[in-house]
Antibody
Framework: QVQLVQSRVDTKNPGASVKVSCRAS????????ITWVRQAPGQGLEWMGW????????NYAQKVRGRITITTDTSTSTAYMELRSLRSDDTATYYC??????????WGQGTLVIVSS | IVMTQSPATLSVSPGERVILSCRAS??????LAWYQQKPGQAPRLLIY???TRATGVPDRFSGSGSGTEFTLTISALQPEDFAVYFC????????FGGGSRVDI
């Protein structure tokens, strides 16, 4: 069965970087892309970017462009989302989801990133 | 593309029919999906391409619309349907509506 398993809770100081992982199983990793979405506490869903696992092509949301890098490691079927220069308003649950320029049926369990001094 | 959902909150009783609306700031063609989210859980895909139910979604959920105006209808609300519902366009990049909370 398809599964996306994300890294655990992470706490960072303002200005630091965080790298969230998303390990996929149950399907051919390079046949699909990975989308990253975040959700601040009590708020809605915000698209951050996506990557084609086949080509490595990425697109990022304007709000985080310049601070975000999404990559994949096809040898381990893992996608990564790195966010730099963290601010308190980056505190959120970060989700990966299978999909590229599409809706997403399969989602990871979410990774809570807390930015606090 | 800005997605606007209404109402923000809806208080209903089990068995009632619920209609949620989603408006796009420009046409999204058929690239419109609906998700359900419960507290502490990842979103669950209900509908994609405006009206196609995702695998395992009960047929009391239906989607309709075109261009910029879309609706999600729950024909007879069940206790497990109390949740927040988000629309999503994936025609140009990806954006979500602000959500509609369905409360008892």
């Amino acid at each position: 069965q398809v599964q996306l398993v994300q890294s655990r809770v992470d706490t960072k100081n303002p200005g630091a970087s965080v790298k969230v992982s998303c390990r996929a199983s149950g399907y051919t990793f390079t046949n699909y892309g990975i989308t990253w979405v975040r959700q601040a506490p009590g708020q809605g869903l915000e698209w951050m970017g996506w990557i084609s696992a086949q080509t490595g092509h990425t697109n990022y949301a304007q709000k985080v462009r310049g601070r975000i890098t999404i990559t994949t490691d096809t040898s381990t079927s893992t996608a990564y989302m790195e966010l730099r220069s963290l601010r308190s308003d980056d505190t959120a649950t970060y989700y990966c989801a299978r999909g590229y320029r599409s809706s997403s049926y399969y989602w990871g369990q979410g990774t809570l990133v807390i930015v606090s001094s | 593309i800005v997605m606007t959902q209404s109402p923000a909150t809806l208080s209903v009783s089990p068995g009632e029919r619920v209609i949620l609306s989603c408006r796009a700031s420009q046409s999204v063609s058929v690239n419109l999906a609906w998700y359900q989210q419960k507290p502490g859980q990842a979103p669950r895909l209900l509908i994609y391409e405006v009206s196609t139910r995702a695998t395992g979604v009960p047929d009391r959920f239906s989607g309709s619309g075109s261009g910029t105006e879309f609706t999600l209808t729950i024909s007879a609300l069940q206790p497990e349907d109390f949740a927040v519902y988000f629309c999503q366009q994936y025609d140009k990049w990806l954006t979500f509506g602000g959500g509609s909370r369905v409360d008892i």
